[in-house]
């Protein structure tokens, strides 16, 4: 009986199912309509109003235990989001984010345990060189998950795309993609080495986290 009402329960999700449907064939998954216009609105007032606070820090490198900061390896500052602590707009973040895990954890058995997602602004001129998101002895980020924040005009030559290099048959191609609000881009943290290319207009906002093993 409780089997059969787990069946009933289950309500396949086109979006969820596309995500899946690309990390399996390529890795990654570009979505545009993961929030809704309102909802990217909304979160990146949240944002601005926090970057506004002073709370920001330099973004480091390595884990939470074993950061340094190194300005020619990347240069955004970040804000951690506490989920114990959330107001309306992180509210509605973590509400969809949690339903993509517990879809992706009844579906592919991912075994997604934790989540992690900091507040990011990329100042003119800065940029995160070619790295992984894993880190060596701490192989518990499975899936990278970015959100641009940006205004509604961010233009293609403002800079600060997002380049995941892919393999193709041995061959290494590069795929890039614009910073545009509301986008969200979700990524094979343990396979797929990334950069965020120089910003060369303004700011570049965005909400980058992981989900984690354990
Ligand atoms: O903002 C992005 O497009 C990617 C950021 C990134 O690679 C990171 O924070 O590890
Ligand atoms: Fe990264």
Not at 110 to 122: C, D, N, P, S, T
Request: glycine share 4%; charged share 30%; proline share 2%.
């Amino acid at each position: 009986m409780n089997q059969l009402f787990e069946e009933i329960a289950f309500v396949e999700n086109p979006l969820y199912e596309r995500i899946i449907e690309d990390i399996i064939a390529q890795k990654y998954a570009v979505v545009e309509d993961f929030f809704t216009e309102e909802e990217v609105q909304v979160l990146r007032q949240s944002l601005i109003e926090k970057h506004e606070e002073d709370v920001f820090k330099k973004a480091a490198i390595g884990n939470r235990v074993n950061e340094v900061i190194v300005k020619s390896i990347r240069g955004d500052v970040i804000l951690w989001i506490d989920e114990t602590h959330t107001n309306t707009a992180e509210n509605l973040f973590f509400t969809k984010i949690n339903s993509l895990i517990s879809y992706l954890n009844k579906t592919c058995f991912l075994g997604i345990l934790r989540k992690e997602f900091h507040y990011a602004v990329y100042p003119q001129g800065t940029f995160y060189k070619r790295h992984l998101d894993t880190f060596q002895n701490d192989d518990r980020r499975k899936l990278s998950f970015v959100c641009y924040l940006n205004e509604a005009d961010w233009l293609a030559d403002y800079g600060g795309e997002l380049v995941l290099y892919l393999d193709a048959n041995g061959k290494e191609v590069e795929k890039v993609i614009y910073p545009y609000p509301g986008r969200v881009v979700i990524f094979e943290s343990q396979i797929l080495e990334h950069e965020v290319r120089p910003v060369t207009n303004s700011q570049r906002l965005s909400i980058t986290g992981w989900l984690k093993t354990r």
